[in-house]
């Protein structure tokens, strides 16, 4: 048997999503927090909710609610599940936008009805739990504070952490602010997070599409298992490395409207002929975590309804474009709009491609992924290099490995074929009889068949 490595991924009794936390937002009003940083925060809150609302397959984001804190906290939102419920959060951000315009909010007790507002939220989530869904299981409850104004004393004046898995105190800023002083409880620190977040709807967006990652950590993702090691060092060993998974970019199919994301051929064939619109890109700057769907490949038409002279003047044109993207490496950035088949009247839907030239007369097109899609991902680099013992195994287990220049998929079998095959082959067993007529027909035919030399 061939050395090779192994891809195995790991099966748990659990379903996705099962452990989410729910999530309570609270927006501290008092000065110096404006309209400007209120319509920012409720433009990046608007615009993630109405991806979130809408986004079919499991429950990401089971329950949320939201306060306001300014003379005296107020529940804006209870806790609601989150999916459907897009109009009942537009309302409540229209409600949030108001309190950035009533004057004067500097309180003396800022601290103490923030505290108030935790605790009586951590009284609505008790009370909401016998009443959660039997799907899912969430017994958690993550609150983000957003603040303009840094309230130090908030942390060190909760003692009760029941149902409390985390907080998170955000200060929005518009510059970049001296280090603060963080405090040194390590009892506080294990579940307290002090972010400082730019006040732009970029970075807020990007922070609430945290929330639809899958936070559940009892089990390993995906196992890569290496050839045995038969060096000095390690008789006998073999490299399991266990690998967590994680999402770059929602999937298209669960979002509304999303048809034209993904370039099928149907959809171009019998719709009308697309035109796309774009710029040019470089090769260098298109990273492969964004594209994703099937490739489709583009070629000079072959429409017999066209002229002859029309025909190959097309062709000498796609030839020169493709050469001069190969020698330029560039790629071309499309975008297709389509009109939303939905019951209300809505904007259309800009859907992205890149084009991608060859040395031969074809192309390349792949959908790209968009801002609305797109989940943070951390990518953490490591300055130092690897431990010598770990890097010398790591080379002598890729050194068994067979290395192969071109990846020829005719030469890559999945067993898909020979699976159908057996699976769908048997004809189901009938007992329908044949009236005399059809059988002495068949005996027929099945005489001359044999006559035949």
């Excluded at 209870?78 to 959060?89: A, C, L, N, Q, T």
């Excluded at 108001?98 to 800022?110: E, I, L, N, P, Y």
């Excluded at 998974?245 to 370039?263: D, H, K, R, V």
């Excluded at 003047?313 to 796609?318: A, D, G, T, V, W």
């Amino acid at each position: 048997m061939a050395a090779g490595s192994y891809l195995s991924l790991e099966k748990s009794h659990r379903t996705a999503f099962s452990r989410q936390p729910c999530h309570v937002l609270l927006v501290d009003c008092a000065s110096p927090f404006d309209h400007e940083q209120c319509s920012v925060l409720c433009q990046a809150l608007g615009n993630f909710f109405a991806v979130a609302c809408n986004l079919g397959g499991p429950n990401r984001l089971p329950l949320f609610s939201l306060y306001v804190v300014h003379k005296c906290f107020e529940c804006l939102l209870p806790f609601i599940h989150v999916k459907g419920s897009f109009p009942r959060i537009q309302q409540c951000l229209a409600e949030l936008r108001m309190f950035a315009s009533h004057g004067d909010r500097v309180t003396s007790d800022r601290i103490d009805e923030l505290r108030t507002a935790i605790q009586h939220s951590m009284t609505q989530f008790r009370q909401h739990l016998p009443l959660r869904n039997t799907s899912i299981d969430f017994t958690k409850c993550s609150y983000y504070v957003f603040c303009v104004k840094f309230c130090l004393s908030l942390p060190c004046s909760l003692t009760d952490f029941h149902c409390l898995c985390s907080l998170t105190l955000n200060l929005m800023r518009r510059k970049k602010l001296p280090q603060l002083p963080f405090p040194e409880d390590d009892e506080l620190l294990s579940f307290i997070d002090f972010q400082p977040l730019d006040c732009t709807a970029t970075m807020l967006e990007g922070f609430f599409k945290a929330w639809l990652h899958d936070c559940e950590t009892d089990w390993e993702h995906l196992h890569l298992i290496f050839p045995p090691l038969s060096s000095r060092s390690a008789q006998g060993k073999r490299i399991t490395l266990k690998c967590d998974m994680q999402e770059t970019m929602l999937s298209p199919p669960l979002l509304p409207g999303t048809s034209n994301f993904s370039l099928t051929y149907d959809l171009i064939i019998f719709g009308n002929p697309s035109s796309f619109s774009g710029r040019i890109l470089q090769a260098d700057g298109l990273c492969e975590s964004v594209l994703y769907g099937l490739p489709l490949v583009v070629k000079p038409t072959s429409c017999w309804k066209l002229e002859w002279e029309d025909l190959e003047s097309n062709r000498r044109f796609f030839h020169a474009l493709c050469h001069t993207l190969q020698e330029r490496q560039q790629f071309l950035l499309t975008s297709y709009e389509t009109i939303s088949a939905v019951p209300r009247k809505a904007c259309p839907i800009r859907a992205y491609y890149v084009l991608l030239p060859s040395r031969a007369l074809t192309m390349l097109v792949k959908a790209v992924a968009s801002a609305e899609l797109l989940l943070p991902c951390e990518q953490p680099m490591h300055a130092e290099d690897p431990a010598p013992d770990a890097l010398r195994d790591m080379q002598y287990a890729l050194d068994q490995l067979e290395v192969t220049k071109t990846y020829n998929p005719l030469q890559v079998k999945s067993l898909l074929d020979r699976h159908l095959q057996e699976a769908f082959g048997k004809l189901p067993l009938c007992n329908i009889p044949i009236s005399g007529h059809k059988r002495q027909q068949l005996s027929i035919s099945f005489q001359v068949m044999l006559m035949l030399p």
